[in-house]
């Protein structure tokens, strides 16, 4: 398993900008070729990756879906964290999301009360609708700053509660009797503490706990409910 989770770590650093030889990886995560060769044509077969003619290659969903496999096989959390880009946080909160068989929606934009807004992450699975705000925050947290990213995120959740109506379509909840929008904080590590004003502030790798444990855990979190 220490095999398999280095030769992740160095892949997912490697192949930030572009397919990458075997044998870069081999040597940036001090593993024999010969190893590296064979758990790398495992995590092929297993589509983490693709592996062709000491070419490997990873699609941002592969790569979201690494970051995970090596959190599960025990990578220090820091560590993941450092070799993923920005842009990636939402393709490991979609990753998520879908694994635990909710419908996503990225950047998911709507007009009401002459007004754009914007979230970054829908998750639906009736009748929850995740609101998640992804954040960059790595070191350095500020109070000041988690509040007032709550505070919004509050306010975005609830104004696509009021227009929820007239989204239903566009959001994919046509058939749904009720709806409940969660607003959730997601960031990069933890933060100081796990909850603001009962809003939930959780780091990007433990979001798939997080799910399996959210709608048993609703009535104690900030929510929005609408019947149609």
Same mark, same amino acid.
């Given at each position: 398993?220490?095999?398999?989770?280095?030769?992740? #770590?160095?892949?997912?650093?490697?192949?930030?900008?572009? *397919?990458?030889?075997?044998?870069?990886?081999? &040597?940036?995560?001090? +593993? *024999?070729?010969?190893?590296?060769?064979?758990?790398?044509?495992?995590?092929?077969? $297993?589509?983490? #990756?693709?592996y062709?003619?000491?070419?490997?290659?990873?699609?941002?969903?592969?790569?979201?879906?690494?970051?995970?496999?090596?959190?599960?096989?025990?990578?220090?959390?820091? &560590?993941?964290?450092?070799?993923?880009?920005?842009?990636?946080?939402?393709?490991? %909160? %979609?990753?998520?999301?879908?694994?635990?068989?909710?419908?996503?929606?990225?950047?998911?934009r709507?007009?009401? %009360?002459? !007004?754009?807004?914007? +979230?970054?992450?829908?998750?639906?699975?009736? /009748?929850?609708? %995740?609101?998640?705000?992804?954040?960059?925050? @790595?070191?350095?947290? !500020?109070?000041?700053?988690? #509040?007032?990213?709550?505070?919004?995120?509050v306010?975005?959740?609830?104004?696509?509660?009021?227009?929820?109506?007239?989204?239903?379509?566009?959001?994919?909840?046509?058939?749904? =009797?009720? $709806?409940?929008?969660?607003?959730?904080?997601?960031?990069?590590?933890?933060?100081?503490?796990?909850?603001?004003?009962?809003? /939930?502030?959780v780091p990007?790798?433990?979001? /798939?706990?997080?799910?399996?444990?959210?709608?048993?855990?609703?009535?104690?979190?900030? @929510?929005?409910?609408? =019947?149609?």
């Amino acid at each position: 398993m220490t095999v398999e989770r280095n030769l992740l #770590i160095s892949v997912l650093k490697l192949t930030k900008t572009g *397919p990458i030889q075997v044998k870069l990886v081999s &040597r940036d995560a001090h +593993i *024999p070729i010969q190893v590296a060769d064979e758990t790398l044509r495992k995590l092929s077969d $297993a589509r983490l #990756i693709k592996y062709v003619d000491q070419m490997i290659e990873a699609s941002p969903n592969q790569r979201a879906r690494m970051t995970l496999h090596a959190v599960k096989l025990g990578a220090d959390l820091e &560590r993941v964290c450092n070799v993923l880009e920005w842009k990636e946080f939402e393709n490991i %909160a %979609a990753t998520a999301f879908e694994a635990n068989n909710y419908a996503v929606k990225t950047r998911f934009r709507f007009k009401w %009360a002459g !007004r754009r807004w914007e +979230i970054d992450v829908l998750g639906c699975k009736e /009748p929850l609708v %995740a609101c998640v705000d992804c954040k960059q925050w @790595h070191h350095n947290w !500020r109070r000041s700053a988690i #509040i007032k990213t709550v505070e919004l995120q509050v306010e975005r959740t609830r104004t696509l509660t009021e227009a929820l109506v007239s989204l239903r379509e566009s959001v994919g909840l046509v058939n749904w =009797k009720e $709806a409940i929008l969660v607003p959730i904080i997601l960031s990069l590590v933890p933060s100081p503490f796990k909850f603001y004003n009962n809003v /939930p502030i959780v780091p990007v790798l433990q979001l /798939p706990d997080f799910l399996n444990k959210l709608l048993a855990h609703i009535t104690l979190l900030t @929510h929005f409910s609408l =019947k149609f």
